[in-house]
Each structure stands twice: as structure tokens, then as C-alpha cells.
């Protein structure tokens, strides 16, 4: 699995849960890895990263509704969701910064310098 792929986005009322997953090489994995989302006509914007060590950090939106883990014996990256918002319908992408185990608290740069994407997977929160 050299390309990042994601899956478990869908349609869900304001206030559910979603787990979005994504499939990952053991190499990728060991870098700083991201999850980054795009509304439509807007900027894409980190989510969480989570680095080798599996500290993670979150941007201030989505503290304390999102979670990011990852299990490298599966090769798979995870951002479960809760409380979700009709301001969380996006795009979400995973992405991986192959140039460092630790991830950036600069999340502009992160997005700067993330060079392996998925395809992305649709979330939409309806009210």
C-alpha cells in the first residue's frame, strides 16, 4: 500500500458519530501524519496529526469531538468523529509529511510540505 486511501465518510444528522479510516504503508505511517479537510471554496485545514510517537495535536474546532489514532499493525490511520456540526461537512483528506517523524504545530506549513494525499472522502453533516 504505497498511495494513502480513505474510507468512512457519509451523511450524517448534526450531533452523530463517523470514524473515517486510512489505509497507509508501514513506512508512511512512521511520519507525521495528518488529517486535513476543504469545504467547498475554501482553504484545506489540518484537523489533527498524529507523529511516530502517537502524540497528537488538534485544531481548536474540533478539540475534544475528534479523536486520531493509528494502528501500525494494521497500516491504518483513524480520525474518529463526534458532535458532529454542519461546519465539519467537507472533504476529508489523510496526508502524510515524508520529510519528518514529528509533526509541525504550524499547520499551514504542515499542508505546505505534506507530499503523499489521498483522493479524499466526502463527509456532510446535516441539520
Known amino acids: 500500500q504505497d498511495q494513502l486511501a480513505e474510507s468512512g465518510g457519509g451523511s450524517v444528522q448534526a450531533g452523530g458519530s463517523l470514524r473515517l479510516s486510512c489505509a497507509a504503508s508501514?513506512?508512511?505511517?512512521?511520519?507525521?501524519m495528518a488529517w486535513v479537510r476543504q469545504a467547498p471554496g475554501q482553504a484545506r485545514e489540518v484537523v489533527a496529526t498524529?507523529?511516530?510517537?502517537?502524540?497528537?495535536n488538534y485544531d481548536d474546532s474540533v478539540k475534544g469531538r475528534f479523536t486520531i489514532s493509528k494502528d501500525n499493525a494494521k497500516n491504518e490511520m483513524y480520525l474518529q468523529m463526534s458532535s458532529l456540526k454542519p461546519e465539519d461537512t467537507a472533504m476529508y483528506f489523510c496526508?502524510?509529511?515524508?520529510?519528518?517523524?514529528?509533526?509541525?504545530?504550524?499547520?499551514?506549513?504542515?499542508?505546505?510540505?505534506?507530499?503523499?494525499w489521498g483522493p479524499g472522502t466526502q463527509v456532510t453533516v446535516t441539520v
Open positions: 496526508a502524510a509529511d515524508l520529510t519528518t517523524f514529528s509533526c509541525s504545530p504550524f499547520f499551514d506549513r504542515l499542508i505546505a510540505r505534506a507530499s503523499k
Open positions: 498524529i507523529d511516530r510517537y502517537a502524540n497528537t
Open positions: 508501514e513506512n508512511t505511517l512512521r511520519n507525521c
